[in-house]
């Protein structure tokens, strides 16, 4: 079979055969009178194994190795294939998700796209301070690009930088409450605690829908951070888990304040002291968590929470019973 027929018939041009030939890839095993090279099926058949081993995107050095070495053993270069190509999604992902990001930005021109290139490239840089200073860029008018700001917030391990982030995100970025609320989705914890600490320092109506859906979430940690943002708008439905926060002694001081605050509207006070009188009668309740609920109860007003005090002054553990006696005197003092 003729060279020319061989292309039409392999889809590999006559150019690219004549290439292989050079290479000694795939060499004609015979030659017409005229002097045309002639390919055999056995030249075909080997033509078909270089296009098929070339798909899987291996060089035709590869190619050539894999083919001709007798002692060539595969599993080493597709170890090889494989970290190469998911390198390479990595880096085409990465790519798209840039181009999105630019695309979010709704440049107006070429300025604009490289103003966004640049703010991109500040908050992906390995520097902190960087980092920080592109996100306070957006004080001084530049507009970042809510999907980069959340990426960043959601990926930041630096506080200070966390902080700028979760700032610039708090100026009314539009779509950010639910882009944020993906990350209380993530299987990394440290990721749900950066998106639960995100919408806590956004304002508006949306994150506070999501975070009363935070605080069914199984991770105690997301629900305890939603607790203390939605006591701090006063919203009475975060006073369960704020209980159980002081309870288990989980940040159980701010959780205190936040239901100090709670019971400043006189209903959400008795719902307060009901809730915290309930749970000092569960005999889980031992002595730590006692003086913790007995400390919470000293911010509540009404005779139901005096009530309590009075009880735990009387307390079998001395340490519960010095506290309450202590709170009861100020109370009374006061």
């Given at each position: 079979m003729l060279i020319g027929e061989v292309a039409r018939r392999?889809?590999?041009?006559a150019r690219?055969?004549?290439?292989?030939?050079?290479?000694?890839?795939?060499?004609?095993?015979?030659?017409?009178?005229?002097?045309?090279r002639e390919y055999t099926d056995e030249d075909i058949r080997r033509i078909f194994h270089i296009e098929s081993l070339r798909s899987l995107g291996l060089s035709l050095r590869e190619v050539g190795r894999a083919l001709d070495d007798p002692g060539f053993t595969p599993s080493e270069l597709v170890d090889d294939l494989i970290r190469q190509t998911r390198e390479r999604v990595a880096a085409e992902t990465e790519l798209l998700t840039r181009l999105h990001q630019i695309g979010a930005a709704e440049p107006v021109g070429w300025e604009d796209v490289l103003r966004t290139v640049a703010l991109l490239?500040?908050?992906?840089?390995?520097?902190?301070?960087?980092?920080?200073?592109?996100?306070?860029?957006?004080?001084?008018g530049e507009p970042l690009p809510v999907e980069a700001l959340v990426e960043a917030a959601l990926g930041e391990n630096d506080p200070i930088v966390a902080g700028a982030l979760r700032w610039a995100l708090a100026r009314g970025a539009e779509g950010g409450p639910a882009?944020?609320?993906?990350?209380?989705?993530?299987?990394?914890?440290?990721?749900?605690?950066?998106?639960?600490?995100?919408?806590?320092?956004?304002?508006?109506?949306?994150?506070?829908a999501l975070l009363r859906e935070a605080l069914a979430h199984p991770?105690?940690?997301?629900?305890?951070?939603a607790a203390l943002a939605l006591g701090a708008r006063g919203v009475a439905e975060a006073v369960p888990t704020l209980i159980d926060m002081i309870v288990e002694g989980t940040n159980d001081v701010d959780a205190a304040d936040a239901l100090s605050a709670l019971a400043g509207d006189p209903g959400s006070a008795d719902e307060i002291a009901a809730g915290l009188v309930d749970r000092l009668a569960h005999a889980t309740a031992g002595a730590p968590a006692r003086r913790r609920l007995a400390q919470a109860l000293a911010e509540i007003p009404g005779a139901t929470a005096a009530g309590a005090l009075a009880e735990l002054a009387r307390d079998e553990d001395h340490s519960v019973a010095?506290?309450?006696t202590y709170i009861v005197e100020l109370r009374e003092g006061g």
């Open positions: 392999s889809g590999v041009s690219m055969l004549r290439h292989y030939e050079s290479l000694g890839l795939v060499r004609p095993t015979g030659r017409t009178d005229g002097g045309y490239q500040g908050l992906g840089s390995k520097s902190a301070g960087t980092r920080q200073r592109t996100a306070l860029s957006s004080a001084g882009l944020l609320a993906g990350g209380l989705d993530s299987p990394a914890a440290e990721v749900r605690e950066r998106a639960v600490r995100s919408l806590a320092e956004l304002p508006d109506e949306e994150a506070t991770d105690a940690v997301v629900r305890g951070h010095l506290t309450a």
